[in-house]
């Protein structure tokens, strides 16, 4: 087999459709577009999501709730997690640059740590959130945190 030998499987390419080559190709005329209209004229564009006269289904499904502009979204980790972490990666200071590097948040991403769990490990937190329970939690355990903004 040679680059000058490969053609496409049969059957998997097809005669283009050629209009308006006279009426004895059985496509000349209106060359299948039908008589007169919008759609019959060159340069015709139907509008986005317009569904020829009946009610767009963007205005019959109903809407429900309500979506904050202002709310703040955070990556959560749990001090049950973060042991976990320690381990794993030989983290001892979870600031946003060392959770960027091991791909565990994206560089946009905030974060805040929650008290659900037990924490044994002494590390620092340099991180834009920390719960009540969570910051007690790390200073009983020996560790320091920094709120980043």
Do not use: C, W
Not at 13 to 18: L, P
Not at 106 to 114: E, F, G, H
């Amino acid at each position: 087999m040679k680059l000058h030998t490969l053609r496409p499987a049969k059957g998997a390419t097809h005669k283009e459709k050629r209009l308006g080559r006279g009426e004895a190709s059985g496509k000349g005329g209106t060359s299948t577009k039908g008589n007169k209209g919008g759609q019959s004229r060159a340069g015709y564009k139907s509008k986005m999501a317009h569904e020829g006269g009946q009610m767009p289904i963007q205005r019959r499904v109903p809407k429900r709730g309500f979506k904050n502009i202002s709310r703040v979204e955070y990556k959560v980790f749990n001090l049950g997690q973060i042991d976990q972490l320690v381990e794993k990666y030989g983290i001892t200071e979870f600031s946003l640059e060392n959770l960027y590097m091991n791909g565990l948040i994206a560089q946009t991403d905030r974060v805040k740590v929650l008290g659900n769990g037990e924490l044994k490990a002494k590390a620092t937190f340099k991180v834009n959130a920390v719960s009540e329970k969570a910051k007690a939690a790390i200073e009983a355990a020996g560790g320091s945190v920094e709120v980043v903004k």
